[in-house]
C-alpha cells in the first residue's frame, strides 16, 4: 500500500499545474502567514479573497467559526474535482492566525481525500 503525498510544511516554489491553497480573508487583505506568502509568491490577488489567484487558491478562515468556513471549502473541492489538470498544495488553513485547530479544520476536507489532484497537510 503507497501512502498518498502530504502538502509539505513549508513551500517555496511551485511545479507549473501546483495551486498553492491558503487561509485568506474575505477581504483579501493578504498581510500575514499564508496569505502573505500566496501573494509575495503565487500570484494571490489583492482584494480578492476567495478563489484562484495566480497559482494560488484563497480559502476564507477569518470571519467566524468553523461552520463558516465549510461552504467555502466544499467550493474549493468541487473546484479541485472540476480542474483535474491541477495539482492542489493545501496549507494548514485556519491554523494559524485565523486560530483554529487541524482537528476543527481536517474534517472540513473529508471529502477531499478521495479526489487526486488534491494534497492535504499530514494528518489531515
Not at 36 to 61: D, E
Not at 80 to 89: S, V
Not at 107 to 124: D, M, Q, R, T, Y
Request: charged share 15%; net charge negative.
Amino acid at each position: 500500500m503507497t501512502q498518498k503525498r502530504t502538502t509539505p510544511e513549508f513551500i517555496t516554489e511551485l511545479q507549473p499545474g501546483e495551486i498553492f491553497v491558503f487561509g485568506s480573508n474575505l477581504g483579501g487583505m493578504h498581510a500575514g502567514g499564508a496569505a502573505r506568502i500566496a501573494y509575495n509568491n503565487f500570484g494571490a490577488i489583492w482584494g480578492q479573497g476567495v478563489g484562484l489567484q495566480g497559482q494560488s487558491y484563497g480559502i476564507p478562515t477569518m470571519q467566524g467559526g468553523v461552520e463558516t468556513v465549510r461552504p467555502y471549502v466544499n467550493e474549493f473541492i468541487q473546484f479541485a474535482k472540476d480542474h483535474p489538470e491541477l495539482t492542489f498544495l493545501v496549507t494548514r488553513i485556519g491554523c494559524g492566525i485565523a486560530g483554529f485547530t487541524d482537528a476543527e479544520m481536517a474534517p472540513l476536507f473529508e471529502k477531499a481525500h478521495s479526489i487526486e489532484n488534491v494534497i492535504l497537510p499530514e494528518g489531515w
